[in-house]
């Protein structure tokens, strides 16, 4: 077992049971990329304000490339019976580097570290989802285009509305997925300052430079405060509400992927390899992953509640509750991601079943507001062409007929304005391709919906590239 860090000022060993409750470990020892950067930063910085020398300096930075490299081949590994990463990574490096070792920890405590490591991993946590969100739009985008004419019912309240398309619905969660790709950003930004040098929680009398670390581990500058920058988890609250949202997201289309593979829509086909079987029914073929995605949503917004508990009622500074923010924060990424990469394939290889789409157009007079519209082009207000047309449906429900075969005579006695113009207006295509208004489906619209999307996946994928975002 890993030596007691404070064993001299207790008289007894941690009970066993202490030690593992205590230990976080198991959940924060992926962070060891992170820490061991952190502390290369904080060895360069003592060297550099003379409060270590630059000999030890080498044997620490030394040091702990050799851990990293060390525990990245699997030649070390993790230790479960130490505290924390911290504990384990320092422990090693003093018994590999004896004296120097020792000295790393100096203007330093767990408490600035550990919110420097989180950060630091954090930073590229949010870089990994946004890529896996900018892919999922990819393949968003592209079936847009592939169903940019495929003519399917619009609906409010799940009952069939106005006519939209395919591509046109899709499109509206590449527009989602957009602004959650920015609220990863806007917390990353916020969250970019370095509490290193808080110290456990009054700063230290040492002449340390906390922009020199900031600096090097390309922070935007430091905690302004030393009580803040070791009490602060804001971020995870940041990013645990960003992905609780994102998930909302995924949770919406996965409902509606659901609910277009039921016999009762049959809107879309999944492919088999994104499909399983029934046990005992052999005509099955269930939308798991898009349950499951949906299912997932509860626990990452579970994860929301418990930092916020965790947090609502803790006095400055440090406190040991805030060892948990850990466990949620990293399972709400690692499940968002986990969504996004198996969401992303099961759209991409899905086929939408355009006929049963256009068939579900035929019925549920989704073109009732276009037959209403067409009267107001003659000349007659929209309250009055409303009426009109809602006697009409109701007309057409009891004798079992549509706007489409309805003949002009029938037409003409509701109001002798109508004549043959009237099938044109009720058309289906035409009633999408006359939804000309900004943002609306037709298909000019939903190309350049689709270009400035591109265009946005592009921009990012240039400035993820150069190392801008
Ligand atoms: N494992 C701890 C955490 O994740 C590190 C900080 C411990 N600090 C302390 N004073 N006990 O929060």
Redesign the pocket.
């Given at each position: 077992m890993a030596k007691i860090m404070w064993e001299g000022r207790f008289s007894k060993s941690p009970d066993k049971k202490l030690n593992d409750f205590n230990s976080?470990i198991r959940v924060?020892g992926r962070m060891y990329e992170s820490d061991i950067e952190g502390s290369i930063a904080h060895a360069e910085m003592l060297a550099e304000c003379g409060i270590i020398s630059s000999e030890d300096r080498d044997v620490i930075i030394e040091g702990l490339k050799e851990i990293l490299a060390d525990i990245e081949s699997g030649k070390v590994k993790i230790d479960p019976e130490s505290?924390?990463i911290?504990m384990f990574v320092e422990a090693l490096l003093t018994e590999r580097k004896g004296e120097a070792g020792k000295k790393l920890h100096t203007a330093r405590?767990?408490?600035d570290q550990?919110a420097t490591d989180v950060r630091l991993h954090l930073r590229k946590e949010i870089d990994r989802t946004e890529k896996n969100i900018i892919d999922f739009m990819k393949v968003i985008v592209d079936k847009a285009e592939e169903y940019a004419d495929a003519v399917m019912p619009g609906y409010t309240h799940l009952q069939r509305a106005q006519p939209v398309t395919f591509g046109h619905h899709l499109l509206a969660y590449a527009e989602m997925l957009k602004r959650d790709v920015g609220r990863f950003a806007d917390a990353a930004k916020r969250m970019n300052y370095s509490p290193l040098g808080s110290c456990a929680l009054a700063g230290t009398t040492h002449p340390i430079n906390r922009a020199f670390t900031a600096a090097e581990l390309n922070f935007d500058g430091y905690c302004a405060n030393s009580i803040d920058g070791v009490s602060d988890r804001d971020f995870c609250l940041e990013i645990a509400s960003a992905c609780s949202i994102c998930m909302t997201h995924l949770s919406r289309f996965a409902e509606e992927i659901i609910l277009w593979c039921s016999w009762e829509f049959k809107f879309l086909e999944l492919d088999d390899a994104y499909a399983t079987g029934s046990s005992i029914m052999p005509q099955k073929k269930n939308p798991d992953i898009a349950e499951l995605i949906r299912g997932k949503t509860g626990r990452v917004n579970g994860n929301l509640v418990a930092l916020l508990t965790l947090m609502k009622g803790l006095p400055l500074a440090?406190n040991?509750d805030?060892?948990e923010d850990?466990e949620a924060i990293f399972d709400s990424l690692d499940t968002l991601n986990d969504c996004l990469e198996i969401f992303a394939p099961m759209l991409a290889t899905s086929k939408a079943r355009k006929d049963n789409m256009l068939r579900a157009c035929r019925e549920g007079f989704i073109n009732a507001t276009d037959c209403a519209d067409y009267l107001v082009r003659k000349g007659v207000p929209f309250r009055t062409a409303y009426k009109i047309c809602g006697r009409i449906v109701a007309y057409c429900i009891e004798r079992g007929k549509t706007l489409e075969n309805l003949s002009v005579e029938e037409y003409a006695s509701f109001d002798p304005i109508f004549d043959e113009e009237v099938y044109e207006a009720v058309d289906m295509l035409n009633c999408v391709s006359r939804r000309k208004s900004s943002g609306a489906p037709s298909e000019k619209e939903v190309k350049g919906e689709i270009a400035s999307l591109k265009a946005f996946i592009d921009k990012f994928s240039v400035k993820k590239e150069n190392g801008l975002i």
């Amino acid at each position: 077992m890993a030596k007691i860090m404070w064993e001299g000022r207790f008289s007894k060993s941690p009970d066993k049971k202490l030690n593992d409750f205590n230990s976080s470990i198991r959940v924060d020892g992926r962070m060891y990329e992170s820490d061991i950067e952190g502390s290369i930063a904080h060895a360069e910085m003592l060297a550099e304000c003379g409060i270590i020398s630059s000999e030890d300096r080498d044997v620490i930075i030394e040091g702990l490339k050799e851990i990293l490299a060390d525990i990245e081949s699997g030649k070390v590994k993790i230790d479960p019976e130490s505290e924390d990463i911290h504990m384990f990574v320092e422990a090693l490096l003093t018994e590999r580097k004896g004296e120097a070792g020792k000295k790393l920890h100096t203007a330093r405590s767990r408490n600035d570290q550990v919110a420097t490591d989180v950060r630091l991993h954090l930073r590229k946590e949010i870089d990994r989802t946004e890529k896996n969100i900018i892919d999922f739009m990819k393949v968003i985008v592209d079936k847009a285009e592939e169903y940019a004419d495929a003519v399917m019912p619009g609906y409010t309240h799940l009952q069939r509305a106005q006519p939209v398309t395919f591509g046109h619905h899709l499109l509206a969660y590449a527009e989602m997925l957009k602004r959650d790709v920015g609220r990863f950003a806007d917390a990353a930004k916020r969250m970019n300052y370095s509490p290193l040098g808080s110290c456990a929680l009054a700063g230290t009398t040492h002449p340390i430079n906390r922009a020199f670390t900031a600096a090097e581990l390309n922070f935007d500058g430091y905690c302004a405060n030393s009580i803040d920058g070791v009490s602060d988890r804001d971020f995870c609250l940041e990013i645990a509400s960003a992905c609780s949202i994102c998930m909302t997201h995924l949770s919406r289309f996965a409902e509606e992927i659901i609910l277009w593979c039921s016999w009762e829509f049959k809107f879309l086909e999944l492919d088999d390899a994104y499909a399983t079987g029934s046990s005992i029914m052999p005509q099955k073929k269930n939308p798991d992953i898009a349950e499951l995605i949906r299912g997932k949503t509860g626990r990452v917004n579970g994860n929301l509640v418990a930092l916020l508990t965790l947090m609502k009622g803790l006095p400055l500074a440090y406190n040991k509750d805030m060892q948990e923010d850990k466990e949620a924060i990293f399972d709400s990424l690692d499940t968002l991601n986990d969504c996004l990469e198996i969401f992303a394939p099961m759209l991409a290889t899905s086929k939408a079943r355009k006929d049963n789409m256009l068939r579900a157009c035929r019925e549920g007079f989704i073109n009732a507001t276009d037959c209403a519209d067409y009267l107001v082009r003659k000349g007659v207000p929209f309250r009055t062409a409303y009426k009109i047309c809602g006697r009409i449906v109701a007309y057409c429900i009891e004798r079992g007929k549509t706007l489409e075969n309805l003949s002009v005579e029938e037409y003409a006695s509701f109001d002798p304005i109508f004549d043959e113009e009237v099938y044109e207006a009720v058309d289906m295509l035409n009633c999408v391709s006359r939804r000309k208004s900004s943002g609306a489906p037709s298909e000019k619209e939903v190309k350049g919906e689709i270009a400035s999307l591109k265009a946005f996946i592009d921009k990012f994928s240039v400035k993820k590239e150069n190392g801008l975002i």
